[in-house]
């Protein structure tokens, strides 16, 4: 591994650890995901999984499921992005999952080139096709 490699897998786990702190703003209890946005070495946005602006902060229903109109990290990332004055052509997500097919979908129509995660969500559909749209994907494992 060259010392340009080196540098960013050192920036990757360093905006992996950052995305795991912001997936403690979560209130869901079966799972906290954080997500960060960066281009050009600026986080353009974050987000976390939780329920839209409005509604009550309770992410699963009384049998412990997921409530089906909870937004994922990645999701709450980009719409944010939406709405402020950025866009994220060619900026890199890191997430603390990997990404499911449809936030991948958000993902290659937000213009996002790269994707770091830590760890693998149980389906493997949301990587295949970002990897299918050429968007480079990275397993940051932490040591």
């Known amino acids: 591994?060259?010392?340009?490699?080196?540098?960013?897998?050192?920036?990757?786990?360093?905006?992996?650890?950052?995305?795991?702190?912001w997936a403690e703003n979560s209130y869901c209890k079966r799972r906290q995901v954080g997500a960060i946005v960066v281009k050009d070495k600026m986080i353009?946005?974050?987000?976390y999984n939780g329920t839209p602006s409005g509604f009550?902060?309770?992410?699963?229903?009384?049998?412990?499921?997921?409530?089906?109109?909870?937004?994922?990290?990645e999701a709450n990332a980009i719409t944010k992005i939406a709405r402020s004055g950025n866009n994220s052509d060619g900026a890199t997500l890191y997430v603390t999952s990997s990404p499911c097919i449809e936030c991948a979908k958000l993902i290659i129509q937000a213009g996002i080139k790269r994707v770091v995660y830590s760890d693998a969500?149980?389906?493997?559909?949301?990587?295949?096709?970002?990897?299918?749209?050429?968007?480079?994907?990275?397993?940051?494992?932490?040591?």
């Open 1 to 21: 591994m060259n010392s340009k490699d080196n540098k960013q897998s050192e920036l990757d786990l360093r905006y992996i650890r950052m995305a795991k702190i």
């Open 44 to 47: 353009i946005s974050d987000g």
């Open 56 to 73: 009550e902060n309770v992410c699963e229903d009384e049998n412990g499921l997921t409530k089906p109109y909870v937004l994922h990290a």
């Open 121 to 143: 969500y149980r389906l493997n559909d949301g990587v295949e096709l970002l990897q299918r749209a050429g968007i480079e994907v990275v397993h940051a494992k932490e040591v």
